[in-house]
C-alpha cells in the first residue's frame, strides 16, 4: 500500500492535478466481495495497524450476482482493515437480507456515519440521523446528531456494545439546521469537534466545539468558540470559515492543522485550508485536485472529500479521499469506476 510517492505541487495557491493513488484506488474495489460500493469512507485509527471505515449508502450483492445489479442498498456499512491488508467489510444481516451495521435508538429515519474517535478503550462515532423527504433533490433531511460509544471496539463488530446519545446541541428548523461530528481532532488535552451551520439563504458555515475526551458524552460540559474565547452557550458559537462541507477531516500535519473538504459541499474542486490552532484562524482555500470524473458524463458530481494521515507514506504528503456519484440511478449500477473511494495523494511541499 505504501509504495512510490506519487505528489501533486502546489504553487500560488493552486494545484497541477494530482495523479490517482493508484496502489490504493484498488482497496476498495467492488469486484472483490459483496460490497460492491458506497460513499462517505471514514476512517478511525483504532490502533497503529488497525482502521476502522464507515461508509454510508452501501450496494451489498447477492451471492454469485456480479456487478451492482440486483443488490440491496443498505444506509451504511463498515470495514475494518488490519494493515497491510484488504478490508473486512461488515453489515448486520436479517432472514438473510442485508440491513443498516448501525441503526438509530429512537426515531424514525436511518444514521449516517461522520467522524470518529479512539479515546482510550472505547471508540465515539458522531452520526446524523436522516428522514425521507420528498422536497429537494435528494428526497432526504436531517433530523440529529447522534453519539454513538463503543465500548469494546477491539471485538469483532457483530459483539460491539453500543450506546447511543442525541446530541442536543444540534439543532433542525425551517431556516437553519446545526450538527456537530463533520470532523472530529485530538488537539492537546481537548477533542475537537466540528460542525456545520447549515442556513438555507446564507449557505454553510463551519463551527467546532472542544471538550475533555473523557467527558465528551456530558454534553453539558461541551464549550463553543464565539469567534474570541470559548463558551458553554451554543448560541455564541460563531462560524470559522463558510463554504462548508457537511464531510470534512481536520488533520495534524507538518507545521499546524489542515482542514480537507470538497468546495462547497460538491464540486470537482477539493480545497484544503490551513491553521495553528483548531478554532484558527484558517487561511484561504488552497485548490489541492480537480476531480475528472465529471467529464465522463454530464451526470457525475463528486463530494466527500477528506484526509487519511493514517495512510501517508510521509509526514509530507495527506492522502485523500473522494466520492463520485450520478444524477442518473441506471449509471451508478452500471459504472463500476464511481460510487466508491478514489484516492489521491497531495504532497505538503
Not at 496502489?23 to 471514514?42: K, M, N, Q, V
Not at 440521523?129 to 471485538?155: C, H, R, W, Y
Amino acid at each position: 500500500m505504501r509504495t512510490a510517492l506519487l505528489a501533486a505541487f502546489l504553487s500560488a495557491g493552486c494545484a497541477a492535478p494530482p495523479p490517482s493513488a493508484s496502489d490504493l484506488d484498488g482497496l476498495f474495489s467492488p469486484e472483490t466481495s459483496l460490497w460492491r460500493g458506497a460513499d462517505a469512507a471514514y476512517s478511525v485509527p483504532l490502533s497503529p495497524n488497525r482502521i476502522l471505515w464507515l461508509f454510508g449508502d452501501t450496494f451489498v450483492a447477492s451471492p454469485g450476482v456480479p456487478g451492482r445489479a440486483g443488490s440491496r442498498m443498505v444506509r451504511n456499512t463498515l470495514a475494518i482493515q488490519s494493515l497491510p491488508g484488504a478490508p473486512a467489510y461488515f453489515w448486520r444481516t436479517r432472514d438473510g437480507r442485508a440491513e443498516d451495521a448501525f441503526a438509530p435508538q429512537s426515531g424514525e429515519g436511518w444514521l449516517w456515519p461522520l467522524s470518529g474517535q479512539r479515546i482510550g478503550p472505547r471508540l465515539c462515532l458522531f452520526m446524523m440521523q436522516m428522514i425521507a423527504k420528498g422536497e429537494g433533490a435528494f428526497g432526504f433531511a436531517f433530523l440529529k446528531s447522534v453519539l454513538l460509544t463503543v465500548d469494546n471496539p477491539d471485538d469483532d463488530p457483530a459483539a460491539w456494545t453500543i450506546h447511543q446519545a442525541d446530541i442536543p446541541h444540534a439543532l433542525r428548523s425551517p431556516d437553519v439546521d446545526l450538527f456537530f461530528g463533520s470532523a472530529s481532532l485530538r488537539f492537546g488535552d481537548r477533542l475537537y469537534i466540528y460542525g456545520v451551520r447549515d442556513h438555507r439563504t446564507r449557505g454553510k458555515n463551519t463551527v467546532v466545539a472542544r471538550v475533555d475526551p473523557e467527558t465528551v458524552a456530558d454534553f453539558r460540559s461541551w464549550e463553543f468558540f464565539d469567534g474570541t474565547t470559548w463558551s458553554h452557550d451554543i448560541s455564541e458559537a460563531r462560524g470559522l470559515f463558510g463554504g462548508a462541507s457537511v464531510e470534512m477531516s481536520v488533520s495534524a500535519i507538518r507545521g499546524g492543522l489542515a482542514a480537507v473538504y470538497t468546495d462547497q459541499g460538491m464540486s470537482p474542486q477539493i480545497v484544503m485550508r490551513r491553521a495553528e490552532r483548531p478554532e484558527g484562524p484558517w487561511n484561504e482555500t488552497e485548490v489541492i485536485h480537480r476531480c475528472s470524473e465529471p467529464q465522463w458524463s454530464r451526470n457525475y458530481f463528486c463530494y466527500a472529500a477528506k484526509a487519511h494521515p493514517e495512510l501517508a507514506a510521509t509526514d509530507r504528503e495527506l492522502v485523500v479521499t473522494y466520492a463520485c456519484n450520478s444524477m442518473s440511478f441506471p449509471e451508478v449500477v452500471k459504472d463500476l469506476r464511481i460510487y466508491r473511494p478514489r484516492f489521491v495523494r497531495v504532497s505538503l511541499d
